[in-house]
């Protein structure tokens, strides 16, 4: 898949979103998008699926089937969670829909006859998943897959992704949360003044300690990796 040029804006004399974004994506990639809040990543996660339509430039090369899990999975619909994901098998044309085995794989079969509004989030975030997983996809977008997961779906998801890149499957994630650095092979663009830029290996890092007041620590941990920074406790 090939992006040439792309530039995109919501409205006719609105701010550019983006511009000027080429880049590959072959498959079997793991792509990490980063990038301050409100740069515009998940604008780039929904021309990369199709969703969007570029205002210029070229996205070329799209594999037939995409699985997408947006950001907020939208639950407002009075379906169980077998019962929706039954309709998007179906809409997609699956005959056999893996909906059980990812059910067990990211821990959800204790939900199946649950109706999608009483989710929590973080199950919610789940069914968004495997909707997305179903789609059997040539391509996977994955905004901010982690936010909300339980540490052991957290743990399992990047081995998962590990598995769909080495059969072939390319792969974007956004993750604020850098849970996906623990896939080998990890490729990073970071979207910035509406334009997209690799993040080398080669860029030079420096640790900076901070002290902060126990009570903040998340909070400054949240802020922090917003802006793209690798946060680590040290007294985790
Ligand atoms: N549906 C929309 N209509 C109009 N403007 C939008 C729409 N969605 C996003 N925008 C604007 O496009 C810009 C990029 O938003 P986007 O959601 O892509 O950023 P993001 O990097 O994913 O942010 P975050 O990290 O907060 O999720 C922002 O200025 C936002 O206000």
Partial sequence: MQLTEVAFRYRRRAPWVLQDVSFSLPPGRVL????????????????????????????????????????????DQPFTVSAYLDHMAAVRGIRRPAIGEWAERLRFEHLLNVRLPELSKGSAQKVGLAQALLAEPGLLILDEPFAGLDAESRDTLPGLIAELAGAGTAVVVSDHQRVIESVPGVDRIRVEKGTVTPVTAEAEWTVLEVVVRAGEAEEVATKLRADGHDVRRADR
């Fill in 32 to 75: 990490e998008v980063t990038g301050r809040n409100g740069a515009g990543k998940s604008t780039l996660l929904r021309l990369l699926a199709g969703l969007r339509a570029p205002h210029r430039g070229t996205i070329t090369g799209r594999p037939d089937r995409v699985g997408y899990a947006p950001e907020r999975f939208p639950v």
